[in-house]
């Protein structure tokens, strides 16, 4: 597929299944959205009492480098401020972490990995990000999630940044050996929408959408529903976006990480509340 188009395409392939994972010619470069920017909430998060004011910080070593932040910092909020990257695709810098994709995780010497997004840092505490044991852990997760994805990605065909796909890219993955899930129990569409586009199948279940809608929006429209593989996000009580309570203001869209909620082309939006008609 990659040669056809004439452009450096790489493919992950499994039972005929194609990933583009790689951005071709007169499409947008891919950003790297798993390197947000440092949080401003580990500096507004509560201290311990008095902490700020005496001027206590917490100094840590992250990959053999000394980092100092208040109380209420998190491991990858510390992280960031020394420049080391760990890759992220639940979190986003406006909300408050919840460690579910657990792609964040690093060595604190404990007797398993943590989630860096939600772990405090702690005075003296020694932090390994990478790793061979880490770099596999993610490179599991990664190619686990892509299993499920659909061939195409809605968001890399427009905006080109589809979280997952970059760090797919990251990983320099080229094949998942793992069955197509998306082919065995496919989870459906729903284009009730006249402005978003929701592919369950594209989504990774990081509740990034669910937290926009509640926590940065205060709308409470989206939420979770069922359990295990067929769980996936709802609308009010679980009936099309279309139909439900949605104000369209797209911030779901804007904080998913993946095709999973995509906006419409103005074009398609013009058709749809014209009733068909231009």
Same mark, same amino acid.
């Given at each position: 597929?990659?040669?056809?188009?004439?452009?450096? &395409? *790489?493919?992950?392939?499994?039972?005929?299944?194609?990933?583009?994972? &790689?951005?071709?010619?007169?499409?947008?470069?891919?950003?790297?959205?798993?390197?947000?920017?440092?949080? !401003?909430?580990?500096?507004?998060?509560?201290?311990?009492?008095?902490?700020?004011?005496? %001027?206590?910080?917490?100094?840590?070593?992250?990959?053999?480098?000394?980092?100092? #932040?208040?109380?209420?910092?998190?491991? &990858?909020?510390? +992280?960031?401020?020394?420049?080391?990257?760990?890759?992220? $695709?639940?979190?986003? !810098? *406006?909300?408050?972490?919840?460690?579910?994709?657990? $792609?964040? #995780? #690093? @060595?604190?010497?404990?007797?398993?990995? +943590?989630?860096?997004? #939600?772990?405090?840092?702690?005075?003296?505490?020694?932090?390994?990000?990478?790793?061979?044991?880490?770099?596999?852990? *993610?490179?599991? $997760?990664? =190619?686990?999630?892509?299993?499920?994805?659909?061939?195409?990605?809605?968001?890399?065909?427009?905006?080109?940044?589809?979280?997952?796909?970059? =760090?797919?890219?990251?990983?320099?993955? @080229?094949?998942?050996?793992? !069955?197509?899930?998306? *082919?065995?129990?496919?989870?459906?569409?729903?284009?009730?929408?006249?402005?978003?586009?929701?592919?369950?199948?594209?989504?990774?279940?990081?509740?990034?959408?669910?937290?926009?809608?509640?926590?940065?929006?205060?709308?409470?429209?989206?939420?979770?529903?069922?359990?295990?593989?067929?769980?996936?996000?709802?609308? @009010?009580? @679980?009936?099309?976006? %279309?139909?439900?309570?949605?104000?369209?203001?797209?911030?779901?869209? +804007?904080?998913? !990480?993946?095709?999973?909620?995509?906006?419409? +082309?103005?074009?398609?939006?013009?058709?749809?509340?014209? %009733?068909?008609?231009?």
């Amino acid at each position: 597929a990659g040669g056809a188009a004439g452009g450096p &395409w *790489r493919a992950a392939r499994d039972h005929g299944k194609n990933l583009d994972l &790689w951005t071709g010619p007169g499409r947008p470069a891919a950003t790297d959205r798993c390197a947000a920017p440092v949080s !401003p909430r580990a500096f507004a998060a509560e201290p311990a009492e008095g902490a700020l004011m005496s %001027g206590k910080m917490l100094t840590l070593t992250i990959d053999g480098r000394t980092v100092s #932040v208040p109380p209420g910092a998190t491991i &990858w909020e510390a +992280a960031r401020l020394l420049g080391i990257d760990i890759p992220v $695709l639940c979190h986003e !810098p *406006r909300m408050e972490p919840v460690g579910v994709c657990r $792609l964040c #995780v #690093v @060595d604190v010497g404990e007797r398993t990995l +943590a989630a860096s997004c #939600v772990r405090l840092c702690e005075d003296g505490m020694n932090v390994v990000s990478q790793s061979a044991e880490i770099e596999h852990h *993610r490179r599991m $997760l990664t =190619l686990l999630l892509l299993s499920e994805q659909p061939e195409s990605s809605a968001r890399e065909a427009t905006t080109g940044d589809d979280a997952l796909y970059a =760090l797919a890219r990251r990983q320099g993955i @080229d094949e998942i050996p793992f !069955p197509d899930g998306a *082919r065995g129990h496919p989870r459906g569409r729903d284009d009730s929408s006249p402005v978003i586009a929701v592919d369950h199948q594209a989504c990774i279940l990081c509740d990034r959408c669910i937290r926009g809608c509640n926590e940065l929006q205060h709308n409470h429209v989206i939420t979770r529903s069922g359990k295990g593989y067929r769980a996936r996000i709802a609308f @009010d009580l @679980d009936v099309p976006m %279309g139909s439900s309570s949605c104000v369209a203001c797209g911030e779901c869209a +804007a904080v998913c !990480p993946t095709g999973a909620l995509t906006h419409k +082309a103005l074009q398609h939006w013009r058709r749809e509340w014209a %009733g068909g008609e231009e």
